[in-house]
């Protein structure tokens, strides 16, 4: 995936992330329990997808820091940065299939059906997404 690609996911993931964080706040629960733990349950939500994108994210940032670092370590840490997200990006797949349907979603981030080659536990389907 190109680099423009996977930063046009993850602010359309940061968006959705905060479109919902404004809907659960906008709930007024009241009395009713039920809205209350829907409300936090929500906010919760984001807060842990917040949280795995920025550790999708973490490393890269981190080797952008060039500063004072000889040149081999610079190209090192490129490489390593790039090899990190490709290993860390799954999470956002699979974080913004969840939104599938909205009017920005880009049909290329669709996950893809395959067949499972371990047994499936009892109660779930045999095939998964990746």
Same mark, same amino acid.
Request: charged fraction near 40%.
């Given at each position: 995936m190109r680099d423009d690609e996977f930063k046009t996911m993850m602010e359309f993931l940061w968006a959705r992330l905060d479109e919902d964080e404004t809907a659960a706040r906008a709930l007024k629960p009241g009395k009713n329990q039920g809205v209350a733990r829907l409300q936090a349950r929500v906010l919760a939500d984001v807060e842990a997808k917040r949280r %795995?994108?920025? #550790?999708?994210? +973490?490393? !890269? $940032?981190?080797?952008?820091?060039?500063? @004072? /670092? &000889? %040149?081999?370590? $610079?190209a090192a840490g490129k490489l390593w940065a790039s090899l990190s997200r490709d290993f860390r990006s799954p999470v956002i797949y699979a974080l913004v299939a969840a939104y599938d349907g909205h009017r920005d979603f880009h049909p290329? #981030? $669709? %996950?893809? +059906? &395959? +067949?499972?080659?371990?047994?499936? $536990? +009892? @109660?779930? !389907? @045999?095939? /998964?997404? &990746?």
């Open positions: %795995l994108m920025d #550790w999708v994210e +973490e490393f !890269p $940032r981190m080797v952008a820091d060039n500063e @004072g /670092r &000889v %040149l081999w370590e $610079r290329a #981030w $669709r %996950l893809v +059906e &395959v +067949e499972d080659e371990y047994e499936s $536990r +009892e @109660g779930t !389907p @045999g095939a /998964r997404t &990746v």
